[in-house]
């Protein structure tokens, strides 16, 4: 298991006024928004499925930069 997160020099790229870069980090450590939606229902956190969606997009700020 990895604690720390993975960047290497050669990963980075400066584009204009943008810096980008990899990241390298254990799958298993991405908690993606379908799985905290599954959490809420399993637990009966939400009386339906677009009041626990919506839940997490907002904790999440998805859909904020539209």
Do not use: F
Not at 34 to 45: N, Y
């Amino acid at each position: 298991d990895m604690y720390e997160i993975g960047l290497w020099e050669d990963s980075i790229v400066e584009s204009g006024d943008n810096i980008m870069y990899a990241i390298n980090i254990p799958q298993e450590s991405v908690t993606i928004p379908e799985t905290m939606d599954a959490i809420r229902a399993a637990c009966g956190m939400q009386s339906d499925r677009e009041s626990g969606t919506a839940e997490t997009n907002k904790y999440l700020g998805l859909g904020k930069w539209k």
